[in-house]
């Protein structure tokens, strides 16, 4: 297929960048990595991911993390690997 057509998006500058060293990374340019996503909407005929808004619950831990309410605090990554074994 010929790759004639230009598609202009704006998004943040951090946002673009962080994301083109990942697809480097992975050995994509953003513009292939883009061409993939399209490529998979087409087949898909969506999203090629599920979007769906996060129910109650997920909303609520959401808000509560972001309020810091609950959290538990470690002093070292030992001391959070214990407690993880507890559980």
């Known amino acids: 297929m010929a790759r004639n057509a230009q598609v202009n998006a704006r998004v943040a ?4 960048s962080e994301t083109a060293k990942i697809y480097r990374e992975l050995g994509f340019t953003l513009s ?14 969506g999203f090629p991911f ?5 129910g109650k619950e997920t909303r609520d831990a959401l808000e509560r993390v972001k309020n810091r309410e609950g959290l538990i605090e470690y002093e070292n990554v030992e001391t959070l690997i214990e407690d993880m074994e507890k559980w």
């Not at 500058?13 to 673009?16: D, G, I, N, V």
């Not at 292939?32 to 005929?45: Q, R, W």
């Not at 599920?50 to 996060?54: F, G, S, W």
């Open 13 to 16: 500058s951090e946002l673009k």
């Open 50 to 54: 599920e979007v769906r808004l996060p």
């Open 32 to 45: 292939e990595a883009i061409n993939v996503f399209l490529v998979m909407s087409k087949l898909y005929k």
